[in-house]
């Protein structure tokens, strides 16, 4: 009988890792985020720092929120946006794990070429 502990991580859906890359991938929508790192925006404060036309930045803004990275709230004619950390987490999480990963693989590839290296100094 396995036990299912009710505090663990539950792994996030390849999908969704996939959807906060690629909104990360592009520029503009790296300086929105850091933009919101400092506190929350309306659409015209963060549009007035980029050089496009409205309804271009606001589809940075829509790939942002579709993956979950931006909340935005309405209040009257105003939408303002801030950060959702959690999900910035779920990247950090998937780089950390793949850091990790290669840390393990480089580390038994060093020990291999310095068994190989006292063998062969072993038989000189």
């Not at 929105?32 to 606001?58: K, Y």
């Amino acid at each position: 009988m396995s036990t299912i502990q009710p505090d663990a991580p539950i792994a996030p859906e390849p999908a969704m890792i996939d959807g906060i890359f690629r909104a990360l991938a592009d520029p503009t929508r790296r300086q929105v985020l850091e933009r919101l790192g400092e506190r929350p925006a309306s659409v015209s404060e963060l549009a007035a720092h980029h050089p496009m036309a409205l309804p271009s930045f606001l589809a940075h803004l829509k790939v942002l929120e579709g993956c979950g990275l931006v909340h935005s709230r309405k209040l009257g004619r105003v939408r303002t946006y801030s950060l959702a950390p959690d999900r910035l987490r779920l990247a950090e999480d998937w780089l950390a794990t793949q850091r990790r990963l290669w840390e393990g693989r480089l580390d038994r590839m060093d020990a291999y070429l310095l068994s190989l290296k006292n063998k062969k100094e072993t038989f000189e």
